[in-house]
């Protein structure tokens, strides 16, 4: 067997197609080229993340000749550990690696999202509650459309047979009155939204209405925490069995009572009539279901 090479094979911790090349040293490079060099003005790398680089990239004893794995070997990187091992080792290192690129870079380097990049981040289709519902109508043997174009608001799902719509509205865009929470900053910019998409929902409603639909709403709670009671529900509706519509409130003002802003006065009106509001004194709190 002839004497091992200078060079390393890469063990890439994230399977790329790159796994099992020659590659030279990561540590030999040329100056400058490390994502935190110290003539970049950012802080050097530590050594236990020299150390954990070192770990992966370990190097495998080559023939000089052919440049083929040494005897007994075979042709794998890692030949002295089963495959699962030798992933989950090659796992382990790639999280410490992340950990220490992460406890020396500098604070200004590890930012998280902005209000408006998770914002921007949130559905207006094909969200959970949604998905959930459609597994449960599919499984019961329903057909449906989803989206359709030319209806007010595309609702969420549309049976033509049936002539019946569901919408599945977010407590928070919509004005659950149990679960709608006021937002602290930027009070006149999200006043105005819910009073607009309570507005549109109203709009909405009475037009399908009008057309000959039935109209369903459910909220995300009814769906997530009660999915078998949000099924017979729109279940009841499919059969021909519609229940008396109830009177769905919505939130459509808030107003803080103290400096804390711990107690509310919320303006409910009603989905079907807009004209009828009603007063209620509510604690500001952020529970779920």
């Not at 070192?54 to 052919?66: C, H, I, S």
């Not at 794998?76 to 030798?86: L, T």
């Not at 006043?191 to 998409?197: D, I, M, S, T, Y």
């Not at 939130?251 to 103290?258: A, E, F, G, N, R």
């Amino acid at each position: 067997m002839g004497q091992a090479s200078t060079r390393h094979a890469i063990v890439d911790p994230y399977g790329s197609p790159f796994e099992g090349f020659v590659f030279p040293h990561p540590l030999r490079q040329r100056p400058g080229t490390y994502p935190f060099d110290p003539g970049s003005g950012a802080p050097a790398v530590v050594p236990r993340l020299l150390r954990v680089l070192g770990e992966l990239r370990r190097p495998v004893p080559t023939d000089r000749k052919r440049g083929a794995p040494a005897s007994g070997t075979g042709h794998r990187v890692q030949p002295f550990r089963p495959a699962q091992r030798a992933r989950a080792s090659r796992t382990r290192l790639a999280i410490r690696a992340r950990r220490a690129v992460a406890g020396c870079a500098p604070r200004s380097l590890i930012v998280g999202l902005t209000r408006s990049e998770q914002m921007s981040r949130i559905r207006g289709k094909n969200t959970l509650p949604e998905r959930r519902l459609r597994c449960l109508l599919w499984a019961r043997g329903f057909r449906y459309r989803l989206h359709k174009r030319g209806l007010p608001g595309r609702p969420d799902l549309v049976f033509s047979k049936h002539r019946t719509v569901v919408f599945v509205d977010g407590c928070f865009w919509h004005g659950c009155p149990e679960h709608y929470v006021r937002p602290r900053s930027r009070g006149g910019f999200w006043a105005r939204k819910l009073r607009e998409n309570v507005a549109r929902d109203c709009r909405q409603s009475k037009t399908l209405t009008t057309l000959g639909w039935y109209v369903v709403r459910l909220w995300e709670h009814e769906v997530l925490a009660a999915p078998a009671k949000a099924l017979a529900q729109v279940e009841a509706v499919l059969t021909k069995q519609r229940p008396r519509r109830p009177t769905a409130w919505r939130v459509m003002k808030t107003q803080p009572l103290d400096s804390s802003g711990s107690w509310e006065q919320r303006t409910l009106v009603s989905l079907l009539s807009p004209d009828r509001k009603r007063l209620v004194k509510y604690r500001r709190q952020t529970r779920k279901w």
